[in-house]
């Protein structure tokens, strides 16, 4: 994940939007991924958008694209304690590798 | 099965040892991916398969790694003389095709090598 930064720790009070950002260096990336891993489980897809998009929009979610600086950004509205996690962006060098960031650690006070 | 299931959850093993580590992958899925997570890092990409062949292994450390797929499910990662850098947690993911189709991935294997 060289190639993937993200900021490591974001604190959020309950109810606020929280904002997790990325950049890549990979411009061919056809597909940026956003993933979420609770503690002890697996990493869960949560979202993603093709490169020819700017932005993607799922419920609570939305996504940003910057192509021309290389930067994603990852938008919860409404955050809740559920929401607290390790959130890792991850670009496709490839169109089966993920090339993942050190991940976002949210934690959400009350 | 309903999930990509990884056995053992948790490995204890001296340096020098052996180990292979299991992935079921969901059923019916062609594509399977073992990541390594290090503490604090994000999963590195080790190999792929598609079916029973390994399409791209550039990431696997070195030699000492090895990763089969016999009949095209199950996959077994396995490594040899392990060493206590090897200590991680080892992922593994599924999915229907390659190229882009969603990854679903397993709650791994920790690895510790003391």
């Known amino acids: 994940g060289e190639d993937v930064e993200q900021s490591l720790f974001l604190s959020v009070r309950e109810g606020d939007s929280s904002v997790i950002n990325c950049t890549y260096t990979?411009?061919?990336?056809?597909?940026l991924y956003w993933y979420k891993q609770e503690p002890g489980a697996g990493l869960q897809l949560l979202t993603y958008i093709f490169s020819n998009m700017d932005m993607k929009q799922d419920q609570r979610l939305t996504v940003l694209l910057n192509k021309k600086d290389k930067h994603l950004s990852l938008r919860i509205a409404d955050t809740q304690t559920g929401d607290s996690a390790i959130y890792f962006c991850?670009?496709?060098?490839?169109?089966?590798?993920?090339?993942f960031g050190a991940g976002t650690t949210v934690t959400v006070r009350a | 099965g309903a999930g990509v299931s990884q056995t053992p959850s948790n490995k204890v093993t001296e340096k020098g040892k052996y180990v292979e580590l299991r992935c079921d992958p969901i059923?019916?899925?062609?594509?399977l991916y073992w990541y390594r997570q290090s503490l604090g890092q994000g999963p590195e990409f080790l190999i792929y398969f598609q079916g029973t062949g390994a399409a791209d292994d550039s990431g696997l450390p070195n030699d000492r790694f090895f990763a089969v797929r016999p009949e095209g499910s199950v996959s077994t990662l396995k490594i040899q003389r392990t060493e206590r850098g090897d200590s991680a947690v080892y992922l593994c993911a599924s999915s229907q095709s390659g190229g882009n189709t969603e990854a679903f991935f397993g709650q791994g294997t920790r690895l510790t090598v003391v």
């Open positions: 990979d411009s061919s990336s056809t597909y």
């Open positions: 059923s019916g899925h062609t594509a």
């Open positions: 991850a670009e496709t060098p490839s169109d089966y590798k993920l090339s």
